[in-house]
């Protein structure tokens, strides 16, 4: 079982929606989760974390952990068309950063 | 600040050809990682290196050879290339301890026919 797993999509949504892409895991030991975007042949940058249980919104991203049922979201308010990209989820266990597969976003006009 | 860069973008190598993807920083960081990505199967950490002068196996080193030379620049090397090696490979740094926060070079393709 990979330690953190992410549905591959792709998603495609119309502009606007509300868009939740979620994760789960499977390592107790993560003490942070962060939230990579990758733009089509780009390198992974950083989008959000979030310590080990709770919220942290930013602008029209919201990220999102429970930790009592390993489940790692985010969420993207107002969606628009350069939002679409791969969203990587990953935990952090000590000094490594341990990605899921990613998830493939498209937000149609 | 040019962050990460890679070099070379492209490549394309025949089985048992070896090469040096070169990595370097700009941004004074202690930590630098070596990363492939596959589809279906993520990022996937190949070594990397905590501080100048160290360097440890990720979860994928077979195959692979790294070399820190300076705080700067951190290279990745195929003595013998196979076609599982095509891959996509990143290099990212970060200023080390909580590593959350890696920036990502551009990446280079390389295609082992």
């Known amino acids: 079982q990979k330690e953190v797993e992410q549905d591959p999509g792709p998603l495609s949504v119309p502009e606007g929606a509300i868009v939740s892409l979620n994760c789960t895991y499977s390592?107790?030991?993560?003490?942070?989760f962060m939230w990579y975007r990758q733009y089509s042949r780009k390198g992974p940058e950083l989008l959000m974390y979030?310590?080990?249980?709770g919220n942290k919104e930013d602008g029209r991203f919201t990220a999102q952990v429970d930790k009592s049922s390993k489940y790692i979201s985010l969420f993207i308010r107002d969606s628009q068309p350069s939002d679409s990209a791969t969203y990587l989820c990953?935990?952090?266990?000590?000094?490594?950063?341990?990605f899921g597969t990613g998830t493939r976003l498209q937000v149609f006009p | 600040n040019a962050g990460v860069t890679q070099t070379p973008k492209f490549q394309v190598l025949k089985t048992g050809q070896s090469m040096t993807l070169q990595c370097a920083q700009d941004?004074?960081?202690?930590?630098m990682y070596w990363y492939r990505q596959d589809p279906g199967m993520g990022l996937r950490l190949i070594y990397y290196?905590?501080?100048?002068?160290?360097?440890d196996k990720g979860e994928v080193p077979n195959g692979y050879n790294v070399s820190r030379l300076n705080k700067r620049e951190f290279s990745l090397r195929l003595e013998s290339a196979a076609p599982s090696q095509t891959s996509v490979y990143f290099c990212?740094?970060?200023?080390?301890?909580?590593?959350?926060?890696?920036?990502f070079g551009p990446g280079t393709r390389l295609t082992v026919t």
């Open positions: 990212a740094s970060s200023t080390g301890g909580v590593s959350y926060e890696q920036y």
């Open positions: 390592n107790s030991a993560f003490q942070y």
């Open positions: 979030t310590y080990s249980s």
């Open positions: 990953a935990g952090v266990n000590t000094d490594k950063l341990i």
């Open positions: 941004m004074n960081h202690n930590s």
């Open positions: 290196s905590a501080s100048e002068g160290t360097t």
